[in-house]
């Protein structure tokens, strides 16, 4: 009797410790899915009654994020993950490169915004954005997530976005003994192959890319591509190096030549400012905005200076302090907004002193509505910082919602930043005339 007891027991026993260990959530490590019948239900969970957020058509293949019970986690896109049915696709070997090479030195980021997470998995809260082009320290590897030490923190990122650099800086894209280069500052950016918009597109270059410029062609640059094949590329949207006179915007105002303008990036560092819908970062986007209107400024022959000039933090008195310094004759903030009203959308413009600061951002926001075909949500006080104890006319801008999914991939296209950064060119030429 005792040993039959003892025997259930055992039984038992082993029975609820293979039931806990099926209830385990594992973390994939280089392992993809193929789907396996016409069409699969995408689900925001592990299970039947969870909704459905997508679908997805047979012959398709998706990276494994984890597997829980009979249900895998696939990674949809960058930004979105979601459960299928594991008896609906078919499991293999990924043939995508897990980093295994990766065991010292550095390593660079192969994506625009490539989350740091607290850690190895998507489900761990994000820390942190390790930048395209930016080179971290390898610190240790978990499947297929590489920890990293990066601008004075440690955190995961996804391995598959990241290569190894022997170099302890980031390299350029076309090394070259030639010092005059261009820098791409967003992504989606058109490369032709002549000097002007009515040339074909042979290339779409992403934020961070450094191409070798060969020549000047009017407003153009004439850059090295791979293979040593040409293209040509507007003056006005990218970075330059090693050039002493950057090419002049087409129909730049004569009226803001000589004028000293303060552009601030809002927010940055640890300070990321509201997160879209699909993970746009404000602090990212209100930079790649800011060297925009620099450029186009700066061709101009405006004296422009940057709060920021990457992803660090400065206090609003430190912005505040940039203006006074630099004697500026304009100051102008740069956001972008967000609400729990996901249906809100538009640009506003906020001044806080009616004589000093109204003229400006009148102008401003005239200008940005025309340019970015969003709602125009007007022109309002706004009691903030940056703006009450600038001693220059100062506005800020609220450049479109993050919040509202439509507007959030609207703001991330090359052709809105190209047109939001004229409308601010635009009112500062308005105002200075």
């Known amino acids: 009797m005792f040993r039959k007891y003892c025997t259930m027991y055992i039984c038992f026993t082993l029975l609820f410790i293979a039931s806990f260990a099926n209830t385990v959530t594992l973390t994939a490590a280089n392992e993809q899915v193929t789907i396996n019948v016409d069409h699969v239900n995408v689900r925001n969970g592990a299970g039947l009654t969870s909704s459905i957020i997508a679908k997805v058509k047979k012959g398709q293949t998706f990276d494994v994020v984890e597997k ?13 993950t979601g459960w ?34 607290s850690g190895p998995g998507t489900s761990f809260s994000v820390i942190g954005v390790f930048d395209k082009g930016k080179t971290a320290q390898y610190l240790e590897k978990s499947g297929r997530w590489i920890k990293i030490s990066y601008s004075g923190k440690s955190g995961w990122v996804a391995g598959w976005y990241i290569s190894k650099t022997t170099n302890t800086s980031a390299a350029t894209v076309n090394p070259s003994t030639n010092n005059k280069h261009v ?11 002549g000097a002007s918009t009515g040339h074909s597109i042979v290339k779409r270059a992403n934020a961070g890319e450094t191409y070798t410029l ?12 791979e293979n040593d094949k040409i293209g040509y590329i507007a003056g006005w949207v990218v970075e330059t190096s090693g050039i002493n006179s950057p090419v002049t915007k087409p129909g730049s105002g004569k009226y803001v030549k000589n004028k000293t303008i303060v552009i601030d990036p809002g927010h940055g560092g640890q300070d990321s400012g509201a ?80 004589l000093k600061d109204s003229p400006l951002a009148a102008r401003l926001n005239s200008s940005i509505a025309q340019q970015s075909n969003l709602k125009d949500r007007g022109l309002k006080f706004g009691n903030f910082h940056v703006l ?35 409308g601010i060119f635009n009112g500062l030429a308005l105002y200075f005339k």
């Open 68 to 80: 829980k019970n009979d249900w895998i986690k696939i990674e949809l896109s960058r930004n979105e």
């Open 84 to 117: 299928v049915a594991s008896w609906l696709v078919k499991e293999k070997s990924s043939s995508k490169s897990s980093n295994s090479s990766v065991s010292n030195g550095n390593v660079i980021s192969k994506a625009t915004s490539l989350r740091i997470r």
């Open 183 to 193: 820098k791409i500052i967003y992504n989606g950016t058109n490369i032709r192959s």
């Open 214 to 225: 060969l020549d000047t062609v009017g407003n153009w640059y004439k850059i090295n591509l």
């Open 275 to 354: 997160v879209g819908t699909r993970g746009t970062l404000e602090k990212n986007m209100t930079l790649v905005t800011a060297k925009l209107v620099y450029n186009k400024l700066r061709s101009a022959g405006a004296n422009v200076f940057l709060t920021r000039t990457n992803d660090t933090y400065i206090s609003l008195q430190s912005r505040v302090s940039t203006s006074h310094y630099r004697n500026a004759d304009a100051f102008i903030s740069l956001h972008y907004d967000s609400t729990s009203d996901r249906s809100a959308s538009g640009t506003t413009t906020y001044y806080y002193n009616s």
């Open 388 to 422: 009450r104890e600038n001693k220059a006319a100062a506005a800020l801008v609220e450049l479109g919602f993050l919040s509202n999914r439509t507007e959030e991939l609207t703001i991330n296209t090359s052709n809105y930043q190209e047109r939001i950064s004229q």
